[in-house]
C-alpha cells in the first residue's frame, strides 16, 4: 500500500505574500477603507488568525505592499540599464524605452496608493512611513540616473535629487492620464516621452 505524499505547510513567507495579493485586490475593489480583514482572508482561504499572525493592521499590509513595489522596481531598473548599456545608441533613450518595455502598469496597486496618499495625509504616523517608502523609491531611481550619467557626466546629488522627483511625477501623472484616457494614451507612452526629455536636457545642462 503506498503511502500519501505528506501535506506541507505554507511557510510564513509565502502566507504572506497570499495574503497581500488578496489584499491588493479587496483594495482595489473595495478601497482601502471599505475592505475588511474578513473579506481578504475570505479571498485566499485563510482564518483571522494566519491573518494576525501575519500583519496587526491594514496600514501594515500596505506598506508591505508597498516595500514588494520598490523591490520590483529595482530589479527593472537594473534590468533596463543592462539593456541601455548593451544596445546601441544614445544611453538615455535606450534606458527609457528598456523600462517602459520592462514595466507592467498594475492597475490595482495605482488605485490602492491614489487612495492611501489621502489617508496619509490625514494621518501624521503613517504619514511619516510612506515618506520613508517615497524616499527609498528616489534613491532607487537616483542610483539609475546616477549610472546613466556616468555614461555622459557625473550628475550632482542636488541635481539627483530634483531630477528623480520630477521623473516620479512625471511616471504618477502619466499613470493617472492612461487610466483617465485609455483610449488616448497608450501605456508607459507619456513617461517615455518625458522621461526621455527631461534626464536629455537636465544631463545636457550638467
Not at 58 to 77: C, G, H, N, S, T
Not at 114 to 119: G, K, M, V
Request: charged share 25%; glycine share 8%; aromatic share 8%.
Amino acid at each position: 500500500m503506498s503511502r500519501r505524499p505528506a501535506r506541507t505547510r505554507p511557510t510564513r513567507a509565502q502566507t504572506r505574500e497570499r495574503i497581500m495579493d488578496g489584499a491588493l485586490d479587496a483594495f482595489a475593489e473595495r478601497g482601502f477603507q471599505g475592505a475588511s480583514q474578513e473579506d481578504i482572508c475570505e479571498r485566499v482561504g485563510l482564518s483571522r488568525g494566519a491573518y494576525n499572525s501575519s500583519f496587526q493592521s491594514k496600514e501594515e499590509l500596505f506598506f508591505a505592499l508597498y516595500d514588494r513595489i520598490i523591490e520590483r522596481l529595482q530589479v527593472r531598473l537594473e534590468a533596463s540599464m543592462t539593456e541601455a548599456l548593451l544596445a546601441s545608441g544614445p544611453v538615455i533613450d535606450n534606458f527609457v524605452k528598456a523600462f517602459v518595455s520592462n514595466y507592467s502598469f498594475d492597475r490595482k496597486w495605482y488605485l490602492l496608493q491614489a487612495e492611501f496618499r489621502l489617508h496619509a495625509l490625514r494621518n501624521p504616523a503613517v504619514a511619516s512611513h510612506y515618506a520613508a517608502r517615497q524616499a527609498r523609491i528616489l534613491t532607487v531611481i537616483e542610483h539609475a540616473i546616477a549610472r546613466v550619467g556616468e555614461q555622459k557626466k557625473p550628475v550632482g546629488p542636488g541635481k539627483l535629487s530634483r531630477m528623480a522627483r520630477l521623473l516620479l511625477a512625471v511616471h504618477e501623472g502619466g499613470m493617472f492620464q492612461g487610466l483617465l484616457e485609455p483610449t488616448e494614451i497608450a501605456g508607459g507612452e507619456l513617461l517615455e516621452f518625458f522621461g526621455t526629455l527631461v534626464m536629455a536636457r537636465a544631463l545636457a545642462a550638467n
